[in-house]
């Protein structure tokens, strides 16, 4: 038992290596993202960019995520698909949304530049 349990954390990828991926695929999301801005995607090509751009890196991630999540957590392999799935979906959603919404956010930011360039005079 305590052979199959050390087995388990020894193939289990560590925090750095979740880390890592995770940073890589935010870098690779907001790559996609300025791209499409660059190129004023509509939604539906941003969405295509940032599945073809990143895809290995979705896969790469949600991989660790559930062998992480079996390992450390002692999931069973269903729940930690659906946990690393989850995990997917929530970045995939919230670099969609702001996409969605960067007229918003890009107006918000010149009007905070113009009044602390008001405020300096």
């Known amino acids: 038992m ?3 349990v050390l087995l388990m954390l020894a193939a289990t990828p560590s925090l750095d290596a979740m880390d890592d991926a995770s940073l890589a695929l935010m870098t690779c999301g907001y790559t996609a993202y300025r791209e499409a801005d660059g190129q004023d995607q509509p939604l539906s090509q941003f969405k295509r960019t940032l599945e073809s751009r990143c ?3 979705l896969a790469q991630l949600r991989e660790l995520a559930v062998q992480f999540n ?3 957590k002692g999931l069973s392999r269903r729940a930690a698909e659906n946990a690393a799935d989850g995990l997917v979906a929530d970045f995939r959603a919230g670099l969609i949304s702001q996409y969605s919404q960067r007229d918003k956010i890009k107006a918000q ?5 113009r ?3 008001e405020e300096e005079k």
């Open 55 to 57: 895809a290995g890196k």
């Open 115 to 117: 009044a602390m360039r």
């Open 109 to 113: 930011v010149e009007a905070l530049d």
């Open 2 to 4: 305590y052979v199959t």
């Open 70 to 72: 079996m390992g450390r």
